[in-house]
């Protein structure tokens, strides 16, 4: 018997490592008959906090980016043959809300994730979500490093 996942969650975040993830997730859910695809975007609201001006208009512009983009992917999806995708925008420490709190909600069994984006002075200080969710996560994580050849991608940095 193969393993069958039914419940794929993916970050996405602008990033081209989480349009890597995205696409491979598509890809990955079409060969898992009638399994789900949820996207999230999580919106950082500690990156408010040291705001002093803070106004609910800033998080409302960065919602509707989101959305935007979020809009864009499920086309996408949906042009891809996909039926069962969604995708919500959560608010908060996107580590927690990625490794913990959307798997428990949707009963995930596959997180697929791009690799961190951070240089090593950016993972040292703050962290990688990435490293965070592969370390704590109750389901699988695949981590998306390649294309859909499989092939190494040059990141624009």
């Known amino acids: 018997m193969t393993q ?5 969650l993916v970050p996405v975040d602008g990033s081209q490592e989480a349009e890597l993830a995205f ?6 859910a079409r060969r898992n008959k009638g399994a789900e695809l949820h996207l999230v975007h999580i919106v950082d609201t500690r990156a408010f906090q040291n705001i002093s001006s803070f106004d609910t208009a800033m998080v409302e512009q960065v919602t509707e980016t989101a959305k935007t983009t979020l809009d864009k ?10 039926e069962n995708v ?9 580590k927690v809300v990625i490794a913990n709190d959307m798997p428990r909600q949707l009963h995930t069994d596959l997180i697929m994730i791009g690799a961190t984006g951070l240089n090593a002075v950016e993972r040292l200080l703050i962290g990688s979500v990435t490293e965070y969710v592969t370390r704590t996560a109750s389901c699988d994580v695949l981590v998306v490093r390649t294309d859909l050849d499989n092939q190494p991608v040059k990141l624009n940095k």
């Open 73 to 82: 992917y499920i086309k996408e999806a949906k042009d891809k043959g996909l």
């Open 86 to 94: 969604d995708y919500s925008i959560e608010y908060g420490a996107p």
């Open 4 to 8: 069958q996942y039914k419940h794929i």
């Open 23 to 28: 696409e491979k997730a598509v890809a990955v």
